[in-house]
């Protein structure tokens, strides 16, 4: 039988899957360990979509224009695979309004969502012998898609106690010839950074010094509610190029809407190489991209999007994020050493020695799921062990009787309190 195949189908059937961690593989696990009763109902404070949420919903210019493009009838067809040049030039326009030089409708690719452009960012990077530099903790489809296109990952860590900045000794140290990129997440998840002007200088600065590129993912772009405002890191292009990546999804709130952008932020033109241009337009060929309706919706989506919507969505994260630091104050054994500024995600650190029972992460998530029917993300998952990530994104009274339930289980489980000392 071996013989007859040659090997070959086995060999590929054999072939290793990455091993990495993913979030929502390890939030199914979780969900399967609740046990959900009539009184007690599941709270999930792990996944990064706030559409769960009733108090989060889209925009209603939003819902009309994409009922206008489709019942058009014109958006049946096929786009160009880059995405509709209206649609381009509309994301071109958007993002161009923060920067000091303008953006053409050329230098936007749109994408399936943001994961799509993280995904075409790093298969048109990739080769023989590439590193790609990520930020710990971090987003993991990074790590994943680098493993499929072995891409060596390199982390470098960010500093909590400094508002969960790039370290950039460590980005340094890291760096080598074959670095194709540093990943830079602002706002970020998992920790609520919202990074400043001069910190986006200095990582475009060492990016330059390294002859390399940043990848920005702002994903979360504009949810910032702290000191810092959002300072999109295209600004810095002229230092060192930017592939800036982003989606409608989480300011929109939309993001099963699937359409996101990968951008050439690159005023010296290092980015608009013909052959690069052309290994860009080839990708884009594979990928597909969006739904061409969804595509031609994004002009008017844009463009009657109003302020107060934005305001509204921001000012309930301000609340909620709140509502979050100011509970987890109360509660033993873990700690939150900094309080989001912006996205929608929170890192807490557990202190385990102060506990009983809970050996890790991923056992404290297990534990709190079973006994409390409260999901949330184990650190490890995002890079960093004995942490959890919350995700703030959800109604106020859910939140409050979710790390209520925290708090209850928490003060079973402290060292303390079971009467060890
Ligand atoms: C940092 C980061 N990048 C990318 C994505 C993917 O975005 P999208 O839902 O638009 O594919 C997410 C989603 O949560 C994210 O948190």
Same mark, same amino acid.
């Given at each position: 039988?071996?013989?007859?195949?040659?090997?070959?189908?086995?060999?590929?059937?054999?072939?290793?899957?990455?091993?990495?961690?993913?979030?929502?593989?390890?939030?199914?696990?979780?969900? !399967?360990?609740?046990?959900?009763?009539?009184?007690?109902?599941? /709270?999930?404070?792990?996944?990064?979509?706030?559409?769960?949420?009733?108090?989060?919903?889209?925009?209603?210019? !939003?819902? %009309? !224009?994409?009922?206008?493009?489709?019942?058009?009838? +014109?958006?049946?067809?096929?786009?160009?695979?880059?995405?509709?040049?209206?649609?381009?030039?509309?994301?071109?326009?958007?993002? $161009?309004?923060?920067?000091?030089?303008?953006?053409?409708?050329?230098?936007?690719?749109?994408?399936?969502?943001?994961? #799509?452009?993280?995904?075409?960012?790093?298969?048109?990077?990739?080769?023989?012998? !590439?590193?790609?530099?990520?930020?710990?903790?971090?987003?993991?489809?990074?790590?994943l898609c680098a493993a499929f296109r072995n891409i060596e990952v390199r982390y470098f860590d960010l500093i909590p106690g400094k508002g969960w900045e790039v370290d950039?000794?460590?980005?340094e140290a890291l760096a080598d010839h074959n670095t194709i990129g540093i990943v830079v997440i602002n706002p970020g998840n998992p920790c609520g950074?919202?990074?400043?002007? #001069?910190?986006?200088?200095?990582?475009?600065?060492?990016?330059?010094?390294?002859?390399? /590129?940043?990848?920005?993912?702002?994903?979360?772009?504009?949810?910032?509610?702290?000191?810092?405002?959002?300072?999109?890191?295209?600004?810095?292009?002229?230092?060192?190029? &930017?592939?800036?990546?982003?989606?409608? $999804?989480?300011?929109?709130? &939309?993001?099963?809407?699937?359409?996101?952008?990968?951008?050439?932020?690159?005023?010296?033109?290092?980015?608009?190489?013909?052959?690069?241009?052309?290994?860009?337009? +080839?990708?884009?060929?594979?990928?597909?991209?969006?739904?061409?309706?969804?595509?031609?919706?994004?002009?008017?989506?844009?463009?009657?999007?109003? %302020?107060?919507?934005?305001?509204?969505? &921001?000012?309930?994260?301000?609340?909620?994020?709140?509502?979050?630091?100011? +509970?987890?104050?109360?509660?033993?054994?873990?700690?939150?050493?900094?309080?989001?500024?912006?996205?929608?995600?929170?890192?807490?650190?557990? =202190?385990?020695?102060?506990?009983?029972?809970?050996? %890790?992460? /991923?056992?404290?998530?297990?534990?709190?799921?079973?006994?409390?029917?409260?999901?949330?993300?184990?650190?490890?998952?995002?890079?960093?062990?004995?942490?959890?990530?919350?995700?703030?994104?959800?109604?106020?009274? $859910?939140?409050?009787?979710?790390?209520?339930?925290? +708090?209850?289980?928490? #003060?079973? =489980?402290?060292?303390?309190?079971?009467?060890? =000392?």
């Open positions: 039988m071996e013989g007859n195949l040659g090997g070959g189908v086995n060999n590929q059937i054999e072939v290793e899957t990455p091993n990495n961690i993913t979030i929502k593989g390890i939030l199914g696990l979780l969900m !399967a360990n609740t046990e959900a009763t009539d009184i007690k109902k599941v /709270i999930s404070l792990g996944m990064g979509d706030p559409t769960l949420y009733s108090c989060f919903h889209s925009p209603d210019v !939003a819902h %009309d !224009a994409v009922i206008e493009s489709l019942t058009s009838h +014109k958006f049946n067809g096929y786009s160009p695979t880059v995405g509709l040049p209206q649609t381009r030039k509309a994301i071109a326009d958007y993002l $161009s309004r923060e920067l000091p030089e303008k953006l053409c409708a050329d230098d936007v690719y749109i994408t399936a969502g943001c994961t #799509q452009a993280i995904e075409l960012a790093l298969s048109i990077l990739a080769r023989p012998g !590439a590193n790609i530099l990520l930020p710990r903790p971090g987003f993991p489809i990074y790590a950039l000794n460590a980005v950074n919202v990074y400043s002007y #001069q910190h986006l200088q200095e990582i475009a600065e060492t990016a330059k010094k390294l002859r390399t /590129i940043v990848i920005a993912d702002e994903v979360y772009g504009h949810l910032a509610f702290g000191a810092n405002p959002f300072v999109p890191m295209g600004i810095f292009g002229d230092i060192a190029p &930017v592939l800036t990546l982003g989606s409608l $999804s989480k300011r929109w709130l &939309v993001p099963g809407w699937r359409l996101g952008w990968l951008v050439t932020n690159d005023p010296n033109g290092t980015l608009k190489n013909p052959k690069f241009v052309e290994r860009i337009k +080839k990708y884009c060929d594979i990928c597909g991209g969006p739904a061409t309706f969804i595509q031609a919706a994004v002009p008017r989506i844009i463009q009657q999007t109003e %302020d107060v919507f934005f305001r509204k969505t &921001v000012n309930l994260l301000k609340w909620t994020a709140e509502i979050c630091c100011e +509970k987890i104050k109360e509660i033993p054994c873990i700690s939150c050493p900094y309080k989001p500024e912006g996205s929608m995600a929170v890192m807490v650190k557990l =202190h385990l020695p102060l506990m009983v029972d809970i050996s %890790d992460d /991923i056992d404290f998530c297990f534990k709190l799921a079973k006994e409390e029917s409260v999901i949330l993300l184990p650190g490890l998952a995002v890079g960093l062990k004995n942490w959890i990530r919350i995700t703030f994104a959800a109604d106020p009274v $859910s939140l409050e009787e979710a790390l209520g339930r925290l +708090k209850s289980f928490c #003060q079973r =489980h402290s060292y303390l309190q079971n009467d060890h =000392h």
